[in-house]
């Protein structure tokens, strides 16, 4: 999948769901016909392939973190509203965890 640049494609790349192949022993392989082991082996490629977010301790910090602001964001309050903003070197999943979260809670993002 190349790289999310829109809302339409952050949407999708989180709400994808990839899902690994069963794992066949190599004489059920063997059994297969020339078409079933070509779609066979197109679900591994893929499954190999695939773009995965991979739960990391910075992910788990940001989604801790977020959790909570938003728990503050939603409190009543008697001053002006509240906003978030991430910030992290490249890499460590701040749009991932942020179009998740928006997602997730049916706020609707980029107003």
Do not use: C
Request: no cysteine; net charge positive; glycine share 8%.
């Amino acid at each position: 999948m190349p790289v999310p640049d829109s809302l339409t494609a952050w949407r999708e790349f989180v709400a994808r769901r990839n899902v690994e192949p069963e794992q066949l022993s190599r004489e059920k392989i063997a059994a297969l016909s020339a078409e079933d082991k070509a779609a066979y082996d197109k679900s591994r490629f893929a499954w190999i392939g695939a773009d995965v977010v991979i739960e990391t301790k910075d992910l788990a910090s940001i989604e801790r973190q977020v959790h909570i602001i938003r728990a503050r964001l939603a409190a009543r309050r008697s001053t002006a509203g509240r906003t978030l903003a991430l910030s992290g070197r490249a890499g460590v999943g701040k749009s991932t965890i942020a179009m998740g979260q928006v997602l997730g809670s049916g706020v609707p993002p980029f107003r």
